[in-house]
Nanobody, 116 residues
Framework: QVQLVESGGGLVQSGGSLRLSCATS????????MGWYRQAPGKQRELVAA???????NYADSVKGRFTISRDNAKNTVYLQMNSLKPEDTAVYYC??????????WGQGTQVTVSS
C-alpha cells in the first residue's frame, strides 16, 4: 500500500520559514517524480515545485528564489524548504508522486498559514 505523509506545516509570520517533509512508503521512491502542490481556498490546485529522479527541479514562478525542493532517496522522503513566506503562500500543501504508466499518488495535505 502506497502512503505519502506530509508534515511540517503550521502558522508563520510573513518573512518566516517552514520546511515541509513528505515521507513515502510502498513505492520505488527513486523512480518517481516528486512534487509539491498547493491549493488555496477558492482556487485550483497548482504545482509549486517538482524534482525528477535525476534531481532536475522546476518551480512555479511565484516561488522561484524562495522555495527549494530536495529529495533523500535513502529516506524515501521529499522536502520543501520555504523561505521569505508571504500571505499569498497560505494554502494546503500536497505531496505528489508520479511515474509514467503508474498511478498518481497524493498525500493528505498539510496546512500552511502565513500571517501578515
Amino acid at each position: 500500500q502506497v502512503q505519502l505523509v506530509e508534515s511540517g506545516g503550521g502558522l508563520v509570520q510573513s518573512g518566516g520559514s517552514l520546511r515541509l517533509s513528505c515521507a513515502t512508503s510502498g513505492l520505488i521512491f527513486s523512480r518517481y517524480v516528486m512534487g509539491w502542490y498547493r491549493q488555496a481556498p477558492g482556487k485550483q490546485r497548482e504545482l509549486v515545485a517538482a524534482i525528477a529522479p535525476n534531481d532536475i527541479t522546476n518551480y512555479a514562478d511565484s516561488v522561484k528564489g524562495r522555495f527549494t525542493i530536495s529529495r533523500d532517496n535513502a529516506k524515501n522522503t521529499v522536502y520543501l524548504q520555504m523561505n521569505s513566506l508571504k500571505p499569498e503562500d497560505t494554502a494546503v500543501y500536497y505531496c505528489n508522486a508520479r511515474w509514467p504508466l503508474n498511478p498518481n499518488y497524493w498525500g493528505q495535505g498539510t496546512q500552511v498559514t502565513v500571517s501578515s
